[in-house]
Structures are given as structure tokens and as C-alpha cells.
């Protein structure tokens, strides 16, 4: 498992699990589901994000500073 795969997975379980504290009393499905969609898509964006930031960097040429 690469960084990328525990960052979202560490930033999801930890939004789930707050999520699921705030949602508990209302229970009704439909939050339910909406905090499983948001969930979702925040540790999709973590992963993104962590993706990203190890991607190799290219090196800055002089030819790129002219236009």
C-alpha cells in the first residue's frame, strides 16, 4: 500500500467516523447515504491530493522562461 492509499484511507475512516458521531441521532437513510457520498469523495480528494504531491517535479529549463 503506497502513501497515497493510507492517506485516503486515514482521512476517510477518521471523516466517516465523525460523520457517523453527527449523523447518529437523526438515522434516517438518506443521511446516511449522504455521509457515505461525502465520505467518499473526501478520501478521493485526499488521495488525489497526495497523488499529486508525489509526483515526480520537472526541472525548470531556460527555454521555459521565454514565451
Do not use: C
Request: overall charge positive; glycine content about 8%.
Amino acid at each position: 500500500m503506497d502513501h497515497a492509499h493510507k492517506t485516503a484511507l486515514k482521512s476517510g475512516s477518521i471523516a466517516g467516523l465523525i460523520g457517523a458521531a453527527v449523523v447518529a441521532p437523526i438515522a434516517t437513510p438518506v443521511v446516511w447515504a449522504a455521509l457515505a457520498y461525502g465520505t467518499y469523495r473526501f478520501a478521493k480528494a485526499a488521495y488525489q491530493r497526495a497523488r499529486l504531491k508525489d509526483a515526480p517535479q520537472g526541472q525548470l529549463n531556460e527555454d521555459d522562461l521565454f514565451f
